[in-house]
């Protein structure tokens, strides 16, 4: 059971930000000497390579051995698993920039802008 394991907290905050930097490292940056870079161009537009494109995908694989060393219970190693994914995108949330959305202006009514002809 989950909660029998004294430090499972710690092994669960420890998943969830190895799952994380893991993730954030195969899919947003280029690594040491471009190794990981290198490596998405190579995979191209296969299975693999789309997977790296998709931070919440990828995720979920990386997230699958670090649920299996949270707990070996199987219906709980699922349920882990799902969660450290699901915080690993939520830690990828936080560090992204705030978007911004405004409103667009309302059209000008009966009005002529001079880009459309009115007479043929």
Same mark, same amino acid.
């Given at each position: 059971?989950?909660?029998? +394991?004294?430090?499972?907290? #710690?092994? *669960?905050?420890? !998943?969830?930000? =190895?799952?994380?930097?893991? /993730? ?14 290198r490596m998405r161009l190579g995979l191209g537009n296969g299975v693999l390579g789309r997977m790296l +494109?998709?931070?919440?995908? #990828?995720? *979920?694989?990386? !997230?699958?051995? =670090?649920?299996?060393?949270? /707990? ?49």
């Open positions: 059971m989950i909660g029998e +394991d004294g430090d499972f907290w #710690l092994k *669960l905050t420890i !998943a969830i930000l =190895a799952t994380w930097r893991l /993730t954030h490292l195969l899919a947003r940056e280029d690594g040491p000497a471009d190794l990981i870079a +494109d998709c931070f919440q995908c #990828l995720s *979920l694989w990386m !997230a699958a051995p =670090a649920a299996l060393w949270v /707990t070996t219970q199987p219906l709980d190693a699922c349920l882990v698993w799902l969660a450290v994914s699901g915080a690993a995108c939520l830690c990828e949330r936080i560090g992204e920039p705030e978007i911004v959305m405004q409103p667009l202006p309302e059209p000008n009514q009966g009005e002529e802008d001079g880009m459309l002809r009115t007479k043929t």
